[in-house]
C-alpha cells in the first residue's frame, strides 16, 4: 500500500522539510501572486525518488455546481479512490477551533482562495493518514498559485485531471438548490466564485491540458449520463493507478 511504502520518506518530507517552511510563510502575509509563488515554494525531492513509487492523484476541477463531489462519490464506489475534497477539508478546519477558522469563514464567505500552506498542508496530511494510493483531490487547486505550492511541497503532480464542463446558468441553479446550509451557497457570494474560477482555475485547466492531462467532461445531463463519460476515463488508467500499490 503507498502509505506503508512511502510512509518514510511522506513523513520525513512533513517533518523536515514541509513543516519547516511552513511555519516560515506563516510569519509572511499570503498575497502572492502565482509568479512570486515560483521562489516562496521551494522544490523537494519527488516522491517517486525515494522509493520507485507514488500515489496516482487526481485532480477534480470544474465551477462550483459542476457537480464535482457528486462524482467523486461515484467514482469512489466503482474504482475504490479515496475522496479528498478540499472544501470539505477547510469548512472542518473552519469548526475545529483552528487558529485558521475565522480566516477560512472569511475566505470563503467572500468566494475567494484559502492561502495555499493551509489547503496544501490539510490535504497532504489526508493522504498521509489514508491506506489508500488513489486519490481523488476535489475541488484543489484552484489557482497557478495553489497548483505551484502543491507540486513544489509534495514533489507529486497529478496523474489526471477531470474538468467538469458546465455552463454558468446551470452552476447557479445547482447551487441555489443545493441545499446543505452553506454559507457561501447565495447568489451574491456565487457570483464572486464564477469570476474567480474563470480568472484563477480555468489558467490551471489550461496548463494541464497543455500537459495532455485534462479530460473534459460535458457536465450537463443526469448524474448516471455524466458518469457514463467519467467511466473510461478510469478504465483505461486502472492498471496504471493498479500498479501503484
Ligand atoms: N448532473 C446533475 N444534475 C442535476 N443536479 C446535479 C447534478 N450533479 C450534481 N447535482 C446537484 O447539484 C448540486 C451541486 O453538486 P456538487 O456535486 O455539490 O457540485 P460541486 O462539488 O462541483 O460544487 C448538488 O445539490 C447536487 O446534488
Ligand atoms: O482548494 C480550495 C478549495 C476550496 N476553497 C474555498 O472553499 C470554497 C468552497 O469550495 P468547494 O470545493 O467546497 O466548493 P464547490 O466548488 O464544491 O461548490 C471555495 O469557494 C473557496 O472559498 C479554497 O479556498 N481552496
Ligand atoms: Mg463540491
Redesign the pocket.
Known sequence: MWRKVTATSFSSLKSSIFFKRLHLQQATKHNAASASAVSRFATVAPLQEKDGRCPFITFVL?G????????CIKIVETFGFKHLSAGDLLRREMVSNSEYGSMILNTIKEGRIVPSEVTVKLILKEMESSDNHKFLI??FPRSEENRIAFEKISGAEPDVVLF?DCPEDVMVK??L???QGRIDDNIDTIKKRLKVFEALNLPVIDYYAKKGKVHRIN?V???DE?FEQVRPVFKACEQKALNRS
Open positions: 470544474g462550483p455546481g459542476s457537480g464535482k463531489g457528486t462524482q476535489d475541488g467538469f445547482r447551487v438548490s443545493r441545499n457536465a445531463g443526469t448524474v455524466i
